[in-house]
């Protein structure tokens, strides 16, 4: 027999196919000797059916006609070997796979043979064996339809009470292996998306509906985990923390993008499953407690990873109503949550209250300072009423964070604002993320985004409109209305109705919102902590860039939301910065800051006025490492400086534009600065010849008022060059030239270094000697490509020079010459700046002023602008 089938046949031939089926059909027993038959010709069925397919449909009548399933099938009973197994899983899936003709898959799905094969007790302690099995449930599920899945699950009554195919499949929904875990999920969307009625109802009904709520468990462990990563990433940061937590946000997402291809097959019962589950299991009882509690269990959530979760759930699972209850929730106090969550203060307090986790970590410390200059007897101050006070006294938020501690009573709401004015950093990114992406979730309410006082001034004007074109007096009034008109507009019956279920449904024992409550009193709130953060201190630029993309969504040109006393505090932190940036054109890097502020206000303008924020809610997780990179450089270094002068600079830019929005005012492409001056006006570098290209090397150059001095660039090998210091516009230069032999009073410049930073100064021993600091010319952080990345520009160091003069009074000389003209640059900084700083005279947006025609500070300072 073994030689007959190595004979020479034609392989694709119907004969081929008759002779192994023959050959099977003899076979008793498969065991170690015949094995390898077996397996190939099970191998080459395959291949000669999907040839068939495509090019002779006898391949499959044969097929049909000798039964060849049913021999599969006693083949698989008779195996001894774990080879034989595999290969017959691979060859009825590559055949499913492969097979166009309808009638074909409607055969193999008969006479109970796949479900036979599909709950055949496997040995899948073999890896590769659960792989081959997960694979071909994966294909089977690839050609359901409305009349294969029929042939698939038992029916009684027209009730389906078995559907093999999916039950086995979600036993391995959440093995350790990921492929695993992929292919059932995949299966699983195929039996949903085929939309039988029966079938629908069988995997929503008790038991089959706990694979949903498995499925949030699941998915809690992993947030918890996740947790536990961020934890761990604050202790000890690193390139391997960071991926291990990109690792996890990767899986967590993919998660909920599953979630969400569920819920659009369109199965009504499998969205309030998810719903429910997500509620009960993760959102009640660890997400909106850890905001402020810490769980009495091990099941513990930071508010960073919570702040991200919730971000990840309203952007990412579209439902309707998980997104507008968990709106609603916001409103709840902190007390509902501690008590239907199990857990307990830190810290507990007398009078419901509870140290916040952020106070362990003291980063209230510098926060708390920040607001020493508000004014909280001000109207618009951020406050919240007491439901369960018989007054209506008012208990600012700012209090509630610098004393310590949350009121239980305090809405989430509220405790959202609180972290953005009181906040850690992580805390400010984490709440800006979430009222962001609330605000940009399609599936809630426009009435719940006013009740929580977000709803962007478009969509305010917009639902007015209607009001009015409907008749209703009260959006007419509203929309005509002054600033000062009387305030009526009530929390929307949206809200109620939710907050309603959650009492009823849930048992959440949510306070309702205190009579008289409006959305303008919210807008008002939302509005003071968002100009509260501009007044920080310690804050990051990018973090208020975040709020500063929030409050151009939400601010009005003329409504009482916006008022003086906001107006002011603004404009209070801006002239501060204003102050601060002043200083920095007398630092160490006043060539490039027109260049940097070109740069920063173009990125700001986009960022402000984009359709959503820049970054994702994933790199709140990474910013406490982000932080840790902070302080790279030496306190005195220029990188440290330079780092603190493009903060700086952002943080200005944003103020600068808002402040110009606020005002009504058209925001301009680039900043308003004065143009660069004509060369003629700095005597040195005319009387040196040089063009508006700088000193470069090689660069011939007269040395009228050149000091010849002496530099030792190695030990032992001292050279002799003519100093000569020139500034040209905003760029200066401490040029080093050689004489030319044959040309009086002429050099060649060898070597050039930046003026700016260079912190003259004669040595206190030696007289004749200047010490000179050199910085580059660039930012080096600014292009990681060209500095080698940020590991390697923690090694970097300032250069330094050690000038030797002939006598004291030439060194006295040239501390003099460079000094002046330092002067005179930064003098050139501060003029072509001086409409930029002040805002009062920035009336005309199509000024001819513009900046450099560099777009980037990572270039030469010789050609930052002149």
Not at 540 to 556: F, H, K, V
Request: proline share 4%; charged share 20%.
């Amino acid at each position: 027999m073994w030689f007959s089938f190595w004979r020479s046949r034609d392989r694709f031939s119907l004969d081929e196919l008759r002779y192994l089926t023959d050959q099977l059909v003899k076979i008793q027993i498969v065991n170690e000797v015949n094995k390898d038959f077996v397996i190939e010709a099970l191998r080459s069925i395959a291949e000669l059916i999907t040839y068939g397919d495509q090019h002779n449909s006898g391949f499959f009548e044969y097929f049909m006609e000798k039964q060849v399933m049913g021999e599969f099938v006693r083949i698989l009973k008779i195996s001894r070997t774990v080879a034989v197994s595999l290969q017959l899983l691979q060859t009825i899936s590559i055949m499913i796979q492969n097979l166009k003709n309808e009638h074909a898959i409607y055969y193999m799905f008969s006479n109970e043979h796949m479900n036979y094969l599909i709950t055949y007790s496997f040995d899948f302690r073999n890896e590769e064996l659960l792989s081959y099995y997960i694979s071909f449930l994966r294909a089977v599920s690839g050609k359901l339809d409305k009349n294969t899945i029929s042939l698939l699950v038992k029916t009684e009554n027209d009730d389906v009470v078995s559907f093999p195919l999916y039950d086995e499949a979600i036993r391995f929904a959440f093995h350790e292996e990921k492929m695993v875990r992929t292919a059932v999920r995949a299966l699983t969307l195929n039996v949903y998306h085929v939309g039988d009625d029966c079938v629908n109802r069988y995997v929503t009904s008790t038991p089959h509906a706990d694979y949903f709520s498995n499925l949030v468990t699941f998915f809690r462990e992993q947030c918890i985990e996740l947790s536990r990563l961020v934890s761990d990433s604050m202790k000890d940061p690193g390139a391997q923390t960071t991926s291990s937590i990109l690792a996890a946000v990767d899986e967590i997402e993919d998660n909920l993008y599953y979630f969400s291809d569920v819920v659009s097959a369109g199965i009504p019962d499998v969205g309030r499953l998810i719903t429910d589950n997500v509620l009960q299991l993760l959102i009640f009882p660890l997400l909106l407690p850890s905001l402020a509690t810490k769980v009495v269990n091990d099941l513990q959530i930071a508010a960073v990873t919570s702040l991200y979760l919730l971000c990840c759930i309203l952007r990412i699972v579209k439902i309707k109503d998980l997104a507008n209850t968990i709106a609603a929730a916001l409103f709840c106090p902190l007390e509902a949550f501690i008590l239907k969550g199990g857990a307990k203060p830190n810290g507990y307090m007398s009078g419901n209250g509870f140290m916040h986790e952020s106070q362990q970590h003291n980063n209230l410390a510098e926060g708390n300072a920040d607001h020493n200059n508000l004014d909280k007897g001000n109207a618009g101050s951020l406050t919240f009423n007491d439901p369960n006070s018989s007054s209506s006294s008012q208990v600012l938020l700012v209090d509630v964070m610098e004393n310590g501690f949350h009121d239980s009573h305090l809405a989430l709401r509220e405790v959202l604002l609180s972290y953005v004015t009181s906040g850690s950093e992580v805390q400010v990114s984490g709440s800006l993320s979430v009222l962001a992406t609330l605000l940009q979730t399609k599936e809630l309410d426009e009435t719940m985004l006013d009740a929580l006082g977000i709803l962007p001034q478009r969509k305010q004007h917009k639902k007015l409109l209607l009001q009015a074109l409907v008749g209703e007096g009260l959006g007419e009034e509203q929309l005509f209305s002054s600033g000062t008109s009387s305030i009526r507009d009530g929390i929307g019956s949206e809200l109620d109705g939710y907050q309603q279920k959650l009492k009823e449904k849930y048992g959440m024992m949510c306070s309702f919102l205190e009579v008289g409550a409006s959305p303008r009193e919210h807008r008002f709130q939302v509005l003071d902590a968002l100009v509260s953060l501009f007044c920080r201190s310690n804050i990051s630029a990018e973090t208020l860039w975040d709020g500063g993309w929030l409050l151009r969504q939400l601010l009005p040109y003329s409504e009482a939301e916006f008022n003086s006393h906001h107006l002011r505090l603004l404009n209070d932190s801006y002239n501060n910065c204003a102050g601060t940036l002043r200083q920095e054109i007398k630092g160490i890097w006043p060539d490039l800051l027109i260049t940097v502020l070109c740069d920063e206000w173009k990125k700001c303008k986009r960022a402000i006025e984009a359709s959503s924020p820049r970054k994702e809610p994933k790199w709140m997780l990474l910013s406490s490492q982000m932080s840790s990179s902070e302080g790279t450089f030496p306190g005195e270094s220029s990188f440290a400086a330079g780092e603190r002068m493009c903060e700086l600079v952002k943080v200005f830019v944003l103020l600068h534009q808002l402040l110009i929005f606020s005002l009504g005012r058209i925001l301009p492409e680039q900043p308003p600065i004065n143009p660069p001056a004509d060369i003629s006006e700095n005597f040195r570098a005319k009387t040196a010849g040089l063009d508006a290209s700088g000193p470069k090397p090689g660069t011939e150059l007269r040395l009228v008022d050149a000091l010849s001095c002496r530099i030792a660039f190695e030990r032992g090998k001292e050279r002799h060059f003519y100093f000569l210091p020139i500034s040209l516009g905003t760029s200066g230069w401490v040029v080093l030239a050689e004489e030319l032999p044959l040309k009086q009073h002429y050099g060649i410049v060898r070597i050039a270094a930046p003026l700016a930073g260079s912190n003259p100064r004669i040595d206190d021993k030696h007289s004749r000697w200047l010490h000179l600091r050199i910085r580059p010319s660039t930012l080096p952080f600014a292009d990681p490509a060209k500095s080698g990345g940020r590991a390697r520009t923690k090694a970097l160091v300032d250069g330094r020079w050690t000038l030797a003069f002939r006598d004291e009074e030439s060194c006295k000389s040239a501390l003099s010459m460079i000094l002046e003209e330092i002067d005179i640059q930064n003098n050139v900084v501060e003029r072509r700046l001086k409409p930029l700083l002040d805002l009062e005279s920035t009336v005309d947006p199509s000024d001819s002023s513009v900046c450099p025609p560099e777009s980037s500070y990572t270039k030469s300072s010789s050609s930052s602008g002149t």
